[in-house]
């Protein structure tokens, strides 16, 4: 009795033992595979057991860099770069470059040149990760100086309880519950402020999603349009948001040339040419190498959101609550570190200015739903003889204040667009006569006076619109 106990003790020490070292043989498998998610668990498993051997530190590292949990990833991979393991020197490179500390991923980059000096195929990647690392040091340097206000860490299936859009400035929701044929997803529509035109994206692993539209045909939407493919583009096209004006997107997308994952774009729609302008990416911190996406500005309420993965938990999303500016403002500073700092986004007080009290934007930002609230004269806009309306308040009817609206901000469009064109005929009266320069002028004059009748139709709509509900004339 006694030789079978320790027959069979034996036997299951030598059999656990052989599962463990497949288990562990299965991770390493999963690891050259590229399947970090499924490797993860079991390098954190047997991490516990042996939290000194250098190659599990570097398979554990590289396991949560590539999940995106580079906090925990850094001391794993120091740790393995301490103990001379070349790979790690890459990967903490890499790591560090994303977190803006160039001057340290250099020196780690460094290390690997000098360990692969004779391995072409190791110098070919060390040169595309250069490139990335300069790629991001450029765009930090070009960081915009804005004020955000506070921020938010939700789960992402709930993180558009965190955007409280006035009603002039539309609604959220996501795709797939407006859509009940569509699978649930992150993805969201956007409906603008007068519910008769929807923005959203559609599309599959395979092929990428792109960004639809569709207007009210009664009492339902239909007449599906794909946007143009200065929007729409390789990879994926998701997040719309459209201003007041009808006419400037902002959209984010895994394409156009992203710094990771999803960036943060902004196009204008052409009246002319019945197409949109090329997209602009919005500048940092706006967008990271992470995910960022959803930008909302809420005119009514003077206020800004956008939302990003950037050093979140898996499934968590951070929702930042920002002032836009009214002109692209950029950040002034010969200190790398607060350059960097303010890209990254490291404490939201760090963009404060001194002595301004935030509280009452805030507030407002939580605000559900607000009333107009403007007091001053912001305008003269003549009803009928005897009707002046001075504010948006001043509409009756809530259809002819959108489309009001909407007239408004395109006359921020137009502004804008007769500055630039009277910089470009200044410049072509002083000397630079180019053909490419009298084309643009030729192309931005059709522009503005197509943009002008535009806003034109839509006053007379609008004056139309709120006499026919609310005035009757004898």
Known sequence: MKREFIFFTLLFGIFSITMQAQTLEDAKKWYREGRYAESLPLFQTEYVKNPNDPSLNQWLGVSLYETGNLVKAEKHLSFAAQKKIPEAYLYLGELYAKMYRFEEAEVEFEKYQRA?????EALNKLALRRDYAGKLQRAVNRTEDIQIIDSLVLPKAIFLSAYNLSKSSGSLLPVSEFFNSLPVSDKTLYMNGKGDKIYYSRGDQDTGSDLFTMDKLIDTFGNEKKLPQPVNAEKDQAYPFVMSDGLTLYFASTGHASLGGY???????NLQTDSYLAPNQLNMPFNSPFNDYLMVI????????????????EEMVCVYTFIPNQQVTMLESEKPEEMGHRARISAIRDSWIAHTNYDALRERARQKNIVLQETESDFDFVIHNGVTYHTLTDFKSSSARQILSQALGMEKQWQALNNELSEKREQYANGNQSEALRTS????EKEVYTLFREIKRLKVQARNEEIRTNYSLN
């Open 441 to 444: 002028i030729l192309n931005m």
């Open 298 to 313: 809420d005119e009514e309420k003077g206020i800004g959101w956008f939302a990003s993965d950037r050093f979140q938990p």
């Open 116 to 120: 692969n000096r004779k391995n072409e």
């Open 263 to 269: 960036d943060l774009y902004v196009t204008r729609y």
